[in-house]
């Protein structure tokens, strides 16, 4: 008997205790970044700390520079699920030395990824091409609508930076000579536009885009590799440069993608601060979720209610049992 009492009063301290932990947690500010992939982030994020840990959460509007800012000089929000450091890689790291911000997990494994792609089916289909070196030897797959003769590699909208990066790379790999031009794309919709009707008439699509995103969910690419490693002296000389005069072939960077938090909410709430140090997702799954956003033109709270419904297997790594088991039950 006296062995089930000190079971019963060790599993009522342990629940006592560990629902003290989960109150400590206390209220949280959370950015919603205003791009998809961080909004549904933000909401997940919203939902586990919630109804998970007992947190008292609320969203605010961000932004990369804007949150970061406020974060650093004062304090709030206390969360940013998906923080792109590249842009802010100096003072973020002075305002981690110095004890402001604290770093969590990278949340997308394999972090932001720009790049020259092609249609899986393909990349399916001519298994030999792996390099952009090797799509450039076949302009007959990625034809010109007013010239099948020549290929076509699709620009990015006018005024991003990566305008001057595909020029760059297109004059170091002798582009023109191989047979190929630009064509560069009015907006973000019209590059959309190419990339869906490439694949609804099944022909080569050849050009930059970045991942995650809504279409590589809906429309699966393949990214090309440059042959060569990235190299960040040439890129910020001369790769990124408008009209270098001597560029070289180069590889795009991949982009950092970060929780960071402030420190007192780093100090204040370990037991969340544990699952923002395991929760990160694969840039596949994120493009698929981006995708029924799209399709069903559903929110961010909405897209991140359906990843919990039906991923369970990824989010469950991420928290214990108990915490698993609340945030099943209020879905």
Known sequence: MKKYIAAAIFAAAFHLAAGTAYADCGSVSIAEMNWASAGVAANVDKIILQEGYGCSVELVTGDTLPTFTSMNEKGQPDIAPELWINAVRTPLDQAVSEGRLVMAAGILSEGGQDGWWIPKFLADAHPE??????????????????????????????????????????????GEK??????????????????????????????????????LGKYPMVRLSFGVP??????????????????????YPVSEVYTVVTKPFAEKAGVAMDYLKQRKWPNDLVNSLLAWQTDNQGTNEETAKYFLKNHADVWTTWVSPDVAAKV????
Not at 328 to 331: E, N, P, T, Y
Request: aromatic share 10%; with cysteine.
């Open 230 to 251: 990235h190299d960040k002296a040439e890129w910020d000389a001369c790769t990124s440069v408008l009209d270098c005069a001597n560029p070289k072939v180069n590889s």
């Open 129 to 174: 091409i792996k390099t952009v070196q090797q799509a450039l030897e076949h302009p007959e797959l990625f034809p010109a609508s007013d010239d099948p003769k020549k290929g076509v590699i699709y620009n990015c909208p006018p005024g991003w930076q990566c305008q001057a990066s595909l020029g760059n790379l297109f004059k170091a790999l002798d």
């Open 178 to 215: 191989k047979g190929f031009e630009i064509v560069d794309t009015g907006s973000a919709a019209a590059l959309d536009g190419t990339i869906a009707n490439a694949f609804e008439k099944k022909t080569g699509w050849l050009g930059y885009y970045w991942s995650p995103t809504a279409i």
């Open 328 to 331: 099943k039950a209020s879905l």
